[in-house]
Every structure is written in structure tokens, then in C-alpha cells.
């Protein structure tokens, strides 16, 4: 069944006319909820943009410069060399910015190695390219680590890239220096690039600080995946980028340079006073709002994490650390008449108007992930109703086993 499908199935099961809101657990979009309204400073800069008149034109194809230079020096921050504006394409979202790799890439016969349980946009987009995937694991067990020999297993000589998601979703984890420069090292032997989605970068509240996957750019060439969507909290915006972490430019005979251009030259472009107001975004968004976020996200994880344990047809492997999801298995044999994950969904959304997104939609099945990146009401709300329906289809054990 495809993603679609199965979203379908789930809305389909809402009871809308119910008593109770429904409460959206699936997809990590709280921009809606007024306490995760983004910083004034954005906005104003978005308002004094396009108040201007200066952004009314059609955009160039790869970004307009004094965009690409502010997120230039935005990334370079962080990293232990500097990144030139000519090596940032503004994208519509980190979705065109998957779109642009993604069909780059895709030549006959090549092949990209994606994680599971990952981000089904990298799925889909690979499949209308005609694009092979082949997937390796994320260790549960080990913080979902990336399965280093997974990932060794599968490449071969056709291989072009691996994807890494960091901090992760759906599992709400964040790579150590450690783990990233393993990756960086296995890349380099495997002679293949490094798809570094970091559209959640910086959004981290555990003890694992984030690394962007650039600063080991030296071992292996990185593309970096960004996005205004998660950390400013303006999914609608449509911002994102392409960066081309390379410093010691092995890409530049591949030319993957050109051929992003030659792409954007082709598609449609983020919108133009968006794109004038970028360098107002990036520079002067405050350090209160960014903390304020972490704070809610903080707040919200441990609610869901504590609430979760009490819920016995529930694991949770690993408290998220960041994102806004966390990734927990179901315990079907604690359950009656409830077969796989899509119809605990499925089932959980009829009877007690709470949306999850099934994990066999993300590569694992009998698994779910949850957002805890809605108001806290909301929040407990949710859990709660989760945890009456665990009880209301607990298995009854029989007499004879007590
Ligand atoms: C949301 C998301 C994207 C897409 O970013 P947009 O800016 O919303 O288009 C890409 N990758 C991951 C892992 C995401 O969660």
C-alpha cells in the first residue's frame, strides 16, 4: 500500500463529527499551536521584504546572491572552513532539495543507500526517477545508530550516495561526532557521496550536542540538506537549500555544481521577497526564540517519553533527543484483534480521534511514530486517549495461565 493510501485510510477513519478534536500525532507540522508561533523577527522580515518592492521579479535560478551568501556564512559557522555563496542553491524546501539530489544522481543502472526507518520522500522521488534504493538498518538498540556493516553490505560499485538524517526523524535521534566520522571514513572507502539531511539541525534537548555532517567534508564530499521549515517553524515558507560540502572539491569533476544549476534553471524557485528576506531571517532571529523552541520541545519529549512507559503494548527504545518524533514498537501480542500497525492506527483513529503514522510507511512494521511537537495540552491529551485504548484492547489472559 502506498503512503498515500494508507494516510487515506487513516483520515477516512476519523470520526469527524465526534465529540473530541482530533488530535494530529502523525506529522510534524506545530506551527499551528500558538505557543510554537515563529520569532517577530522573521516575520518582519518578511513583511519589510516584501513591503519593499525591491522582491516583486522573478528570482535567479540557484537563489539571489545576498540569499545564497547569507546562508553561506549561516552554515560556515559551524564548520571548520568556509562555504562560498556559489556553493548554496536555494530550494522550494528541503523537499526540492531532496527532489534536485535525488534526480541528479539517477543515472542507469546507479543505486542510493537509504536508512530504516527513514523519510519516504527519498522513496518516492528515487522511484519516479528510476533511481535504485537499497536501505540499511538504524540499530534501536544503540540510539539508533546507523548499521555501519548494513551499509557496507549493500554498496557496490554503482553506488552513488548514502542518505543520513540527523537529528533523526522518525527516530528522534542525534548522531555523535563519533558515529558521524565513522560514516564520513566508510564513505570514503566506499568511495561514495554523503546525503546529509539536516532540515532538524539543531532542534536537539538531550546530552548529544548536534554536529553538522560538513565538518568532516575533508573525508568524504558532503551535500547538505537544509530548511527554514523545522527551526524557524514556517513549513509554509518553502526555504530550503542544497549546500555542497566539499573543501578539498573532488565533486567539481562531477560537475554536481552544473547539473543542481541546470536543474533549478528548469524548475520553480522559492519565492522571491522570501528569499529577500533570508539574510534578515538567519542574521537576526534571536537566541530567545531558538530557546524558547528547545524549551517547549524539552517539555514536550519528556511528557511523551514518561507517559509512554506507562503504557504496557508500548516500547520505547530510546528517549528522542531530537526532531520531533520519537519511534516506538508495538507489542501485538498484548493486544486483541489488532493486526499490524496500520490497523492499530487505523483502529486508534476511529475510536479515539488520534492520528499516528504507521511505521510500515517509514520501513518498520509494527512500529509508530509519534510527535510530540504540538501544545502540550494537546500532548497529554493524546496520550491519554492512546493509553485507554491500549487498556480497551488488552488481551483478557485466561484463567487458566493466572
Ligand atoms: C520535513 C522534512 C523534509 C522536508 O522539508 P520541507 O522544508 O518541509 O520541504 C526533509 N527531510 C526530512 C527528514 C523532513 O522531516
Request: glycine residues 6%.
Amino acid at each position: 500500500m502506498s503512503i498515500r493510501a494508507v494516510r487515506y485510510k487513516i483520515s477516512a477513519s476519523v470520526d469527524d463529527l465526534g465529540p473530541r478534536p482530533v488530535l494530529p500525532l502523525a506529522h510534524g507540522d506545530p506551527s499551528v499551536f500558538p505557543e510554537f508561533r515563529t520569532a517577530a523577527d522573521a516575520e518582519d522580515a518578511v513583511a519589510d521584504a516584501l513591503r519593499s518592492g525591491d522582491f516583486n521579479c522573478y528570482p535567479a535560478g540557484v537563489g539571489l546572491p545576498a540569499a545564497r551568501r547569507a546562508v553561506a556564512d549561516h552554515l560556515s559557522h559551524d564548520l571548520p572552513y568556509k562555504l562560498s555563496p556559489d556553493d548554496i542553491f536555494l530550494t522550494a524546501g528541503g523537499t526540492q532539495a531532496i527532489e534536485v539530489v535525488i534526480s541528479i544522481l539517477a543515472q542507469p543502472g546507479t543505486n542510493i543507500l537509504l536508512p530504516r526507518p527513514g523519510y519516504p520522500n527519498y522513496e518516492a522521488r528515487a522511484a519516479f526517477n528510476n533511481l535504485e534504493v537499497r536501505h540499511f538498518d538504524l540499530i534501536p538498540e544503540k540510539g539508533w545508530e546507523i548499521d555501519l556493516d548494513s551499509v557496507e553490505a549493500i554498496a557496490d560499485k554503482n553506488t552513488a550516495a548514502m542518505v543520513i538524517i540527523n537529528p533523526n526523524n522518525p527516530c528522534g535521534s542525534v548522531y555523535t561526532y563519533e558515529h558521524l566520522s565513522k560514516v564520513a571514513e566508510l564513505a570514503r572507502k566506499l568511495r561514495i557521496l554523503v546525503i546529509a539531511d539536516e532540515v532538524y539541525g539543531k532542534l536537539v534537548f538531550g546530552s548529544t550536542p548536534f554536529v553538522p555532517m560538513g565538518c568532516f567534508g575533508h573525508i568524504a564530499p558532503i551535500l547538505t540538506i537544509g530548511s527554514l521549515s523545522k527551526r524557524w517553524i514556517v513549513p509554509g515558507w518553502r526555504l530550503g537549500w542544497v549546500a555542497i560540502c566539499d573543501p578539498k572539491m573532488i565533486l567539481q569533476e562531477s560537475k554536481i555544481a552544473t547539473l543542481i544549476t541546470n536543474f533549478l534553471n528548469v524548475s520553480t524557485d522559492p519565492a522571491t521577497f522570501i528569499q529577500g528576506a533570508l539574510p534578515r531571517i538567519l542574521k537576526n532571529t534571536k537566541e530567545e526564540f531558538f530557546k524558547r523552541i528547545i524549551n517547549l520541545l524539552t517539555e514536550t519529549s519528556e511528557i511523551c517519553y514518561r507517559e509512554l512507559k506507562d503504557i504496557k503494548c508500548i516500547t520505547c527504545p530510546h528517549k528522542p533527543e531530537g526532531s520531533m518524533f520519537v519511534m516506538v514498537k508495538l507489542n501485538l501480542h498484548l493486544l486483541e484483534g489488532i493486526h499490524d500497525d496500520v490497523d492499530f492506527c487505523c483502529q486508534l483513529a476511529k475510536e479515539e480521534s488520534v492520528i499516528l503514522c504507521p511505521g510500515s510507511v517509514l520501513g518498520m512494521e509494527n512500529w509508530v511514530r509519534i510527535t510530540f511537537a504540538i501544545g502540550t495540552c494537546s500532548l497529554l491529551d493524546g496520550l491519554d486517549r492512546i493509553k485507554s485504548f491500549c487498556l480497551m484492547h488488552k488481551k483478557k489472559i485466561p484463567l487458566n495461565v493466572i
